[in-house]
């Protein structure tokens, strides 16, 4: 995939328009509990991306609809990613 498709920039974007949203209310439920748990706020949203980054990736390059429920479980499983371990 490109960079110039989805680069960090435009995943912290859309995460900080979901929080100010409050939609998908996980993503502030998330950000809220690695705060909880000692995560900086950066590095919460950089937590928050690397759930993102997957759908994204189904909805720019594989025309694929979001997967909120798939969202919601990586969300769910912050700090641990295991989903990106399957792609190495």
Not at 25 to 39: A, F, P
Not at 46 to 59: F, G, H, N, R, S
Request: glycine residues 2%; proline residues 5%; hydrophobic residues 45%.
């Amino acid at each position: 995939m490109s960079d110039d498709l989805l680069d960090q920039a435009m995943l912290f974007e859309v995460i900080e328009n979901q929080l100010a949203d409050n939609y998908p209310k996980q993503v502030t439920e998330t950000l809220l509990r690695l705060r909880m748990t000692g995560h900086s706020r950066e590095d919460a949203i950089e937590l928050i991306a690397c759930a993102l980054a997957p759908e994204m990736v189904d909805v720019i390059e594989h025309q694929q609809s979001f997967n909120l429920d798939r969202y919601a479980a990586h969300l769910a499983m912050l700090p641990q990613t295991p989903w990106l371990e399957d792609d190495i």
